[in-house]
């Protein structure tokens, strides 16, 4: 019964001339049923149609071969289908593989599935969505980006809204490109008011400012963004420059990265092996006490080593006499 309800539904694309009916596309998955077939007349029934986008019908693009199983977007791994072709094709390809490949095809059907439960449901709400999400019924119709290069604001505005009122704030057209969190030749100044500035690498500082960000990015991400923003060619990669490599630390919270056969002549000048951070080997000065580390302070006061730690690093006047002597707080 379900094998007949498809051949049904793709029915209404499976008229071809004499010519065309031995012929099939070949889309290199070594299928040989009658999904396989089913699926080879639609998609040559689309092609055979000369489809633009231009034509005023709301069409998708399909991958032949799906990505999952080695597509490529290349032109002739593309083809326009309406919303419902584009269901029945999915449905014709879940059906058609095997083992893996079936499971591939399995998930892209249940994401179309989320849109309607059949080839027409699906259709009608693909069709509405893109009617009212084309020209002035989209949300960002006759809108820009628009933003401050010495405030880094950004807004998305009306372009009648930066012309009249944007345009003489300081603000261009545009996104600023970033790398490593702000451009390149800049840097970013804070005052103790929390408000955050972008100035020229070679401007002076002005009086109450500092240099830093309110909200500094995570090293993790700083390091993802010089990784992108990398020469592959020219640059190695942050692992390799640290293979083979350890950790020393001396009596003053200095920590170094240094190389196996350097240890020696690091440890005359009073390192050790270790990090600083991974292994709470900074000294701590509590009420004029001195412990080598957080672990010999937590021992000594009987408590945790989260509650010292968040002691010497508070600002409050109460814990005043708690801190890091390698750090400021």
Same mark, same amino acid.
């Given at each position: 019964?379900?094998? /007949? ?7 209404? /694309? ?12 070949? /889309? ?99 069709? $509405? ?45 545009? $996104? ?86 350097? $240890? ?66």
């Amino acid at each position: 019964m379900y094998d /007949i309800r498809i051949y049904k539904i793709v029915k209404f /694309i499976s008229v071809f001339t004499s010519q065309n009916k031995n012929k099939s596309v070949n /889309i290199n998955m070594n299928y040989d049923n009658k999904y396989s077939k089913w699926y080879d007349d639609l998609i040559k029934q689309a092609q055979q149609t000369n489809r633009q986008r231009s034509d005023g019908a709301i069409y998708e693009n399909h991958h032949i071969r799906p990505k999952s199983l080695g597509g490529k977007n290349s032109i002739s791994n593309l083809v326009l289908l309406t919303p419902r072709e584009h269901f029945i094709a999915h449905l014709l390809l879940f059906k058609m593989t095997e083992g893996s490949q079936k499971k591939a095809m399995l998930r892209a059907l249940v994401r179309m599935l989320t849109f309607g439960k059949n080839s027409k449901k699906y259709d009608f709400v693909r069709q $509405l969505i893109a009617k009212n999400s084309c020209g002035e019924n989209n949300c960002a119709f006759g809108k820009i980006w628009v933003y401050n290069p010495d405030t880094l604001e950004r807004k998305f505005v009306n372009q009648e809204e930066f012309e009249s009122f944007y345009k003489n704030q300081g603000f261009v057209k545009g $996104l600023v490109k970033q790398i490593g969190g702000f451009p390149r030749g800049t840097k970013i100044i804070i005052n103790n008011k929390r408000q955050e500035k972008m100035i020229d690498k070679n401007t002076a500082i002005p009086n109450g400012w500092i240099k830093g960000r309110l909200n500094p990015p995570s090293k993790s991400h700083m390091q993802n963004m010089r990784q992108k923003n990398r020469d592959k060619d020219g640059h190695k990669k942050h692992s390799e420059c640290l293979k083979g490599r350890i950790s020393v630390i001396n009596n003053d919270g200095e920590v170094k990265r240094i190389k196996k056969e350097d $240890l020696e002549q690091y440890k005359k000048n009073g390192f050790a092996v270790g990090s600083g951070h991974t292994k709470n080997m900074r000294r701590i000065s509590i009420n004029g006490i001195i412990y080598k580390n957080l672990n010999e302070a937590a021992k000594k006061h009987n408590m945790q080593k989260y509650i010292i730690n968040y002691r010497a690093k508070s600002s409050n006047q109460k814990w005043e006499n708690w801190f890091y002597l390698d750090q400021s707080r």
